[in-house]
């Protein structure tokens, strides 16, 4: 994956959660969902993948407003592809399982949200 690109499998998600500011996870629907924050831009990218449908969602927000602690609006068109198959899955449920034990205690919660900068 070139940087600014969609992700084109799961390898390359897997690659992005682990740079994630933060992420959550439904279980119920298998969807993902990737935040990165590039602060000296003003911009964050949200990256939100489908796993039944294979279906990859990338916007990008901008204009942080620090007083009502939001982002404002989206500052490039959003881009979404289906990635081809399902290798790299795997790998990824594991990664997330693991993520999981580290702040639920349990591999797979119905829904939970990660953030390595916040340790309960």
Known sequence: MKPGNIPESFGDLLTLAKIANSLTFAREGSDLTLYLDNVPADRRTVVHCRFHTLRVEVKTLCQYDKELQRWGEYC?????????????????????????????????????????????
């Not at 795997?90 to 390595?116: D, G, I, Q, V, Y």
């Open 76 to 120: 490039q068109p959003s881009g979404y592809q289906t990635l081809p198959d399902k290798r790299g899955e795997k790998a990824l449920r594991a990664w997330l399982a693991e993520k999981a034990m580290e702040k639920h205690f349990c591999p797979n919660p119905a829904f939970f949200s990660w953030n390595p900068a916040i340790r309960d």
